[in-house]
């Protein structure tokens, strides 16, 4: 930061806790810019590994769970889009200022999650209950 950075992003991650742990670290340290978290959609088993090995930490094991008691990879798919939206919902209700999505040339999960994602909170914006999403700020 001290060289000028002006915001920073996460590796990816599965536990919108452990981001709010690492934002309150960072403040702690007198670290006042923006941290966008970094999200990856799970769409096919597979990826259960890889993306432990990438993030460096072992997948939350109720998620792991629920993907591996998917009886199709259609219900795999599912799962995973619901775990990753379920993800920015409580990122963005705990101020995240924006989102990273890692597609690794899969962008269809994202736009998906995306297009769920605003769909609610058009939603609620129209209902009067956009408290439920912090305001997103535009990225840096």
Known sequence: MEAGAEFAITQLFFDADRYIELVARMRALGCAVPIIPGIMPLTVITQIERFAD?????????L???LRAAGSKEE????????ALQLC???LAAGAPGLQFFTQNRSKATREVLARL????????EAGRLDRFAEVAPAP
């Open 89 to 91: 919902r409580d990122l």
């Open 76 to 83: 795999v798919r599912e799962v995973g889009l619901g775990a």
């Open 118 to 125: 605003k769909d609610e909170m058009d939603a609620a914006r």
């Open 54 to 62: 990438l993030s460096g930490r072992p997948l939350p094991e109720a």
């Open 64 to 66: 792991v769970g629920r």
